[in-house]
């Protein structure tokens, strides 16, 4: 498995899909505390794979803390929002 490279100033689709990741902040509270692996990402969605199943989040409205190979990372849904291959 190719070594991970840690992330840029703005996240590139490679850096996500792959990595755990945990929900801090929604706007659902229910997603709040929600962890597992991303595992797709659509124009305005991000799916999180966790022991319950794939679940897909909208990303306005979260924050997530990825794990990186620098630590964690806490990425603002806003941020990633958009096609995984548009973004720089």
Request: some cysteine; aromatic content about 4%; hydrophobic content about 35%.
């Amino acid at each position: 498995m190719p070594k991970k490279k840690p992330f840029s100033k703005s996240p590139r689709p490679s850096d996500l899909i792959g990595r755990r990741a945990r929900v801090v902040w929604a706007i659902n509270p229910s997603l709040r505390d929600l962890e597992g692996e991303l595992c797709g990402e659509t124009l305005r969605t991000i799916a999180l794979r966790t022991p319950r199943g794939v679940k897909v989040l909208l990303k306005d409205g979260l924050v997530l803390e990825v794990e990186t190979n620098k630590g964690r990372r806490r990425i603002e849904g806003w941020m990633i929002k958009g096609r995984m291959y548009e973004r720089k």
